[in-house]
């Protein structure tokens, strides 16, 4: 099956520097990519919907210029949390569609996340 | 949530009872998903129906989707100790997003 990774699984960070967590499509090309952000013992919020050659467009709520997103190729989107504070720590988690096939899009691929520990 | 509730928000069965989640949403949907994610860890995707199909089986999991009434239920029968996680369902919208429930925790005492 289709396989996305994220890198680094772990990090931990000062207040006040940049961190980016890539995410990958490892055996399929992506279009399209989004971000989540988990709290602990919540549910997942999409955050933004990133296309690969275009801007990310971000949900309600959701910082773009905090939360800078780069999707340069088919298969590698990245996040950046800029300027990092406590609030940040979060678990972050990203997905992916193929996009090809009879039902190219139907499945997200998820990565295994990237847990923020900003200090 | 962002797309709809899920109920009960907790579950405690012991082994071997079933359990039954409920989830609604709010938008018209391409497909319904559920995931399971133990604590702390990813998203491991359990099962897929599509908007036009009413029930779908996989081994002990039975899903179904009512699109009329804008809910899905999953279905965990004979439930074993290593089913405890938090379950989550989540809907393909037609703008292509995939947005979750707010999750079941379910809890399986041996």
């Known amino acids: 099956g289709a396989v996305v990774s994220q890198h680094p699984s772990r990090v931990i960070c000062k207040s006040g520097t940049s961190v980016k967590i890539e995410c990958r499509s490892l055996?399929?090309?992506?279009?399209?990519m989004f971000w989540y952000r988990q709290f602990p013992k919540q549910s997942l919020m999409l955050m933004a919907t990133s296309n690969e050659g275009s801007k990310a467009t971000y949900e309600q709520g959701v910082e773009k210029d905090k939360f800078l997103i780069n999707h340069a190729s088919l298969t590698l989107s990245t996040l950046t949390v800029t300027s990092a504070h406590p609030e940040d720590s979060s678990f972050y988690i990203c997905?992916?569609?193929?996009?090809?096939?009879?039902?190219?899009?139907?499945?997200?691929?998820f990565g295994p996340g990237t847990r923020l520990l900003v200090l | 949530s962002q797309q709809g509730e899920e109920d009960p928000q907790a579950l405690s069965i012991q082994e071997g009872e079933n359990a039954t989640m409920n989830c609604s949403y709010k938008t018209s949907i391409n497909n319904l998903q559920w995931y399971r994610q133990n604590s702390g860890r990813g998203l491991v995707h359990l099962i897929l129906?599509?908007?036009?199909?009413r029930e779908k089986h996989s081994g002990r999991l039975r899903v179904t989707l009512d699109t009329s009434k804008k809910s899905s239920s999953l279905l965990i029968t004979a439930s074993r100790a290593a089913d405890t996680a938090s379950y989550f369902c989540a809907t393909r919208t037609v703008g292509f997003k995939t947005i979750f429930g707010a999750g079941t925790r379910l809890f399986v005492k041996a």
């Open positions: 055996d399929f090309q992506a279009t399209t």
């Open positions: 997905s992916a569609t193929e996009t090809s096939g009879a039902f190219h899009g139907e499945t997200q691929y």
């Open positions: 129906i599509r908007s036009n199909e």
